[in-house]
């Protein structure tokens, strides 16, 4: 099911295109990093790689014992070189594959559905395009793209393939092999992000009212001038949810929220998005020169660089005051709001509404 939703083009053309790579891959864009990350000393990084190899290596006890301490390492930032097989663990990606061992190859091997092909083959280019593996179509990045996007539109019928979901797929590939990226990929979409990419957005229009009733709760200022200028949360959360962040933060900030999201879940991206809100809006006098929509969404669409920093986000994220039951209480109240809605909608079209007359049902406006 191809489908045009989803973010535009990752290409700037402001952007500044060096002639070598920063050390995650990246020639220009603004996820590209000049600025060196201060280093761990070199014990400091030893005595974390073996916490973490030591870890997965007895992962079911750890995971059905001591989750905590998986959470708060994965907090404090899984190391580089351990990444790509905590990432694979964490999402339970190990489990999937282990349970089908063949089905990716065999995937592959099938023709997938025509017109879902071709707005693959369309969009593959546009994802990264500044990053050292998707600079061309011959690169191996674009190629491992189309197949894991491809495979997973076959796997995954009721999806099949939505825009928001490539840069998913190609920050996976950036650092797991295409096959191990596939069944994390899969994790992502079927679990952490499930039902996301259907048509209608029913569960992204759902979220957005969770995210609104949050604000409401965490920064109360910035919640009543949003109301005041009726700046909708889908006008600005959809990317950021759709895509998991992938082409909203710098990549060291991304890297870490990540660590956290295939940890703790879509909660991560809740909290990661109430640090935006709230750090670009708190100032009363920001607020003050945000006279109406447009100069809201200019904002928060385009953040201080300084509040998308790594340690900004994540200590942040930590210090907000939410509970699980928070996000419990939200999800209901929202669920119960959409359910009267639901219950007036067919009430109108029951009595006669136009709507009736082509067997479609009435969706909320976007």
């Not at 201060?38 to 870890?55: D, G, H, N, T, V």
């Not at 109430?274 to 953040?303: D, F, N, Q, Y």
Request: net charge positive.
């Amino acid at each position: 099911m191809a489908t045009a939703r989803g973010a535009p083009d990752t290409i700037s053309l402001c952007s500044t295109v060096s002639s070598c790579p920063d050390r995650n891959g990246f020639y220009g864009g603004f996820q590209r990093t000049d600025k060196p990350k201060e280093p761990l000393s070199k014990a400091q990084i030893i005595a974390r790689e073996k916490k973490w190899l030591y870890m997965i290596d007895n992962w079911s006890i750890y995971m059905s014992r001591n989750y905590k301490k998986i959470r708060d390492r994965c907090r404090k930032g899984i190391p580089k070189s351990v990444r790509p097989k905590a990432w694979f663990y964490l999402s339970g990606a190990y489990l999937l594959k282990k349970k089908n061992p063949n089905i990716y190859k065999e995937l592959l091997e099938k023709p997938g559905n025509p017109a879902t092909i071709e707005e693959i083959k369309k969009d593959k280019h546009r994802q990264f395009p500044f990053h050292e593996m998707f600079l061309d179509e011959q690169k191996v990045g674009q190629i491992e793209l189309f197949n894991v996007l491809k495979a997973y539109s076959i796997y995954n019928p009721k999806v099949g393939f939505c825009q928001a979901q490539a840069p998913i797929a190609a920050f996976l590939l950036m650092h797991l092999p295409a096959e191990d990226a596939f069944w994390v990929f899969v994790s992502v979409c079927d679990v952490y992000l499930q039902d996301y990419f259907i048509p209608g957005l029913e569960v992204i229009q759902n979220d957005a009212g969770i995210l609104e009733g949050l604000l409401k709760k965490t920064c109360p200022p910035v919640y009543r001038h949003l109301q005041k200028h009726k700046v909708e949360p889908l006008l600005y959360m959809t990317d950021w949810f759709l895509c998991a962040m992938t082409r909203t933060l710098p990549w060291e900030t991304l890297l870490r929220v990540w660590d956290c999201f295939l940890a703790e879940g879509i909660r991560v991206i809740f909290k990661v998005a109430l640090v935006i809100i709230g750090a670009s809006l708190s100032r009363h006098k920001v607020r003050k020169t945000c006279t109406g929509l447009c100069e809201t969404l200019a904002v928060l669409r385009s953040p201080p660089p300084h509040i998308m920093e790594e340690e900004f986000i994540i200590n942040n994220m930590m210090r907000l005051n939410l509970r699980v039951e928070d996000f419990q209480i939200e999800h209901t109240r929202q669920k119960a709001r959409r359910a009267k809605q639901k219950a007036q909608q067919d009430g109108a079209t029951g009595n006669g509404d136009s709507s009736t007359t082509n067997g479609r049902r009435n969706m909320p406006t976007l």
